[in-house]
C-alpha cells in the first residue's frame, strides 16, 4: 500500500523496504493477502479521497502483478467482506469489485461472473444506502465489461426483490442507484416488464426521478400503460396512490419533446370512447396543468382548445377534472398570455356552444365553480386589450352568457359587470361598445335582480350611451335600457332623465331613439311601477 501512495516520497521509500525485506512478491502477496484486503477494504470505502486513490491504486497493481489467476484467491475475500457487519467494510467490497474489473479482461470477468453477479446483487441490496451506491457503481463497470449480460444477470434479481416485504424497500432503491448511473441501457430493458399488466408505476415512478432524458424516449408506452392502470384503480382505495404514482413520472419530465408527448397523448386520449380512459386522461392532465413547473406556453392553445371541448363531456369526473385544468392553467397565465388567447378561445367556445345544441354548457354549469376557469382571459381581453381584443372578448363573454345556467353565473356577476361598466365609460370605438352593450343586455336577461346593486351604474352608463353619435350604439342602449326597467324600482327619475335629453338634443337622430326609448319603456313600466299614479303622471307628460 506504501508503494501506492500519493506522495512520491513515500512509494520510493516503501519499494526500497520492499526490495530488502521481500524476496519473492508474487508468494508474499498470497500469504498477506487476507490481512491486505482487510485493510483495503477499510480504504476503499474512506471519506478521505488520498486513502481510497491509495486504495485503488493497489487493487491494481495486486492484479497486473499476480495476473487474473488471483481472482479465485480474492473473490471470496470480498464475498466474506460482504457480510461483514461493518457498513464501510461492505462499500469497500463494491469499490474495489470495480477496481479489480477495470484491471481484469472481458474473459476474465465472463469465467467469473458466477461469483461476482452475486456479490453485486447482495450488494445492491444493502440495508445501507451508501453500500447500494457503491453497488450501482460495480454494476456500472460490470456492464461496460461483460455489456447486456450484467442487465440479465442483475435487474430480474431486483424486480423480483421487489415481491418480498423485507427487501423491496432496499431493492427498489437498488434499482434507482442502478438508473442513476446506467438510465439509457437499464430503462429500456425495465419499461416492457414494467408495463406489462398488471402495471408496476410504484416502481415507475420511483426510477422516473433519476431516468432523466431517458425517460422521455418511453413515454408513447408509459402514458397508456398508466392511463389503464389508474383506470382500473379509479373510485377504489388505491386511487390516490396510483394517482400520486402517475403525478411522479409526468412531473419528472421537463423537455420539451416529453412536454408535446404528455400533452398530446394525453388530449388524444381524452376523445377516447371508453368513459374510463378518458377520465384517466383528463385526471392525469389536471395533474401535469396544476402541478409542473415546466414551461408549457408553446402548447398553450392545443391544452385550452382541448380542454374546453371537454366541457360538453357528459362523464362528471371529466368535467370537473378538465375545468380544474383550465382553471389552473388560467392562474398561470400573465397579462401578455392570456390576451394572446382571447381569439383562439372565442372560436372554441362557439364550437362547445354548437356542440351544446341550445342547451347549457356542462361545464360551465359545474356548482361552486360556473365560470371562472375562463373569466380571467376574458376579462383581461375586455379591461387592458386593444379594440380589436375587447371586442371579441367582450362577444365571447355574451356567448358564454347564453350558455351558462343563471344559477351558475350568479356568483361571478360582480367580475363580469364591473369591468364592463368601466371600459363602456372611457372612449372606445363604437363596435367595441356595442359588444359591450349587448354582453350587459344578455346578463341582464339572465340574472337580472342579481345586478340591483349596479343598477344606479347601468342607468348612468346606458342613458349616457343614448347620447352617443353612433346609431348603433344608441339602439343597443335603447334595448339594455328596456331590461334594466325590469328590476328597476324607482323608474320616475329615468324618465324625466329621458325627456330632458329629448328636449335637450339637439341631434334629431338621438332624439328619434332616445323617444324610440321611451317607447319601448312604457310596456315594462306599466308591469313593474307599484304607484299608478306615478304612471298616470309619466304618461301625461
Not at 76 to 89: F, Q, Y
Not at 380 to 396: C, F, H, I, P, Y
Request: aromatic share 4%.
Amino acid at each position: 500500500m506504501g508503494r501506492s501512495d500519493t506522495q512520491l516520497a513515500v512509494r520510493q521509500a516503501s519499494l526500497h523496504v520492499w526490495k530488502i525485506v521481500v524476496s519473492n512478491t508474487p508468494r508474499t502477496l498470497r500469504e498477506i493477502l487476507p490481512t491486505l484486503f482487510g485493510l483495503l477494504l477499510g480504504f476503499l470505502a474512506s471519506t478521505c479521497a488520498d486513502k481510497r486513490t491509495i486504495a485503488a491504486r493497489t487493487l491494481g497493481d495486486l492484479v497486473r502483478k499476480l495476473g487474473e489467476k488471483i481472482l479465485p484467491e480474492i473473490i471470496p475475500i470480498l464475498e466474506e467482506g460482504l457480510r461483514s457487519e461493518k457498513s464501510d467494510k461492505r462499500q469497500g467490497v463494491c469499490i474495489g469489485l470495480s477496481e479489480i474489473m477495470k484491471s481484469t479482461s472481458r474473459d476474465a470477468v465472463l469465467c467469473f461472473s458466477d461469483s461476482l453477479v452475486p456479490t453485486v446483487r447482495k450488494a445492491l441490496c444493502d440495508p445501507l444506502e451508501e453500500v447500494r451506491e457503491a453497488a450501482a457503481k460495480t454494476f456500472e463497470q460490470l456492464h461496460s465489461t461483460i455489456g447486456f449480460q450484467a442487465l440479465e444477470d442483475i435487474l430480474p434479481f431486483l424486480l423480483k426483490q421487489l415481491e418480498c416485504e423485507e427487501t423491496s424497500e432496499f431493492a427498489l432503491d437498488g434499482l434507482k442507484q442502478v438508473m442513476a448511473v446506467k438510465s439509457r441501457v437499464v430503462l429500456p430493458y425495465l419499461v416492457p416488464k414494467l408495463i406489462s399488466p398488471p402495471v408496476n408505476t410504484r416502481v415507475l415512478a420511483f426510477l422516473s426521478s433519476v431516468a432523466g432524458d431517458a425517460l422521455t424516449r418511453h413515454l408513447g408506452v408509459i402514458l397508456p400503460a398508466m392511463m389503464s392502470a389508474l383506470k382500473e384503480k379509479l373510485g377504489t382505495s388505491d386511487e390516490q396512490q396510483e394517482m400520486l404514482n402517475c403525478q411522479a413520472v409526468i412531473l419528472s419530465v421537463e423537455d420539451e419533446a416529453g412536454q408535446r408527448i404528455i400533452i398530446e397523448d394525453l388530449l388524444d386520449t381524452t376523445r377516447s370512447a371508453d368513459v374510463g380512459r378518458r377520465q384517466a386522461a383528463a385526471v392525469i392532465l389536471n395533474i401535469y396543468c396544476s402541478k409542473t413547473k415546466a414551461d408549457y406556453t408553446a402548447h398553450l392553445r392545443n391544452l385550452v382548445s382541448g380542454l374546453i371541448r371537454l366541457f360538453n363531456d357528459t362523464n362528471a369526473v371529466v368535467l370537473n377534472e378538465s375545468w380544474d385544468a383550465l382553471n389552473a392553467i388560467s392562474k398561470k397565465l400573465d397579462a401578455g398570455s392570456q390576451l394572446a388567447l382571447i381569439d383562439d378561445l372565442h372560436r372554441d367556445i362557439r364550437i362547445v356552444g354548437n356542440d351544446a345544441a341550445g342547451e347549457h354548457v356542462p361545464g360551465f354549469c359545474i356548482p361552486k365553480k360556473g365560470v371562472t376557469s375562463i373569466l380571467p382571459m376574458l376579462r383581461e381581453g375586455v379591461l387592458t386589450g386593444n379594440s380589436d381584443q375587447k371586442e371579441e372578448a367582450a362577444k365571447a363573454l355574451g356567448l358564454v352568457i347564453k350558455l351558462t345556467s343563471a344559477e351558475a353565473l350568479k356568483p361571478s356577476v360582480v367580475s363580469i359587470t364591473g369591468p364592463l361598466i368601466r371600459i363602456l365609460g372611457d372612449r372606445f370605438s363604437w363596435n367595441v361598445k356595442v359588444a359591450l352593450l349587448e354582453t350587459l343586455s344578455l346578463l341582464l336577461a339572465k340574472v337580472g335582480l342579481a345586478l340591483k346593486p349596479f343598477l344606479p351604474q347601468l342607468q348612468t352608463t346606458f342613458t349616457k350611451a343614448l347620447q352617443d353619435p353612433n346609431r348603433v350604439v344608441r339602439l343597443k342602449a335603447a334595448e339594455a335600457l328596456g331590461k334594466l326597467i325590469a328590476i328597476h324600482a324607482k323608474v320616475d327619475p329615468l324618465f324625466t332623465e329621458l325627456l330632458n335629453g329629448i328636449r335637450t338634443s339637439e341631434d334629431s337622430g338621438i332624439r328619434q331613439v332616445t323617444e324610440l326609448t321611451r317607447e319601448g319603456l312604457m310596456l315594462p313600466l306599466l308591469f313593474h311601477l307599484s304607484v299608478y299614479r306615478s304612471g298616470k303622471h309619466i304618461f301625461k307628460e
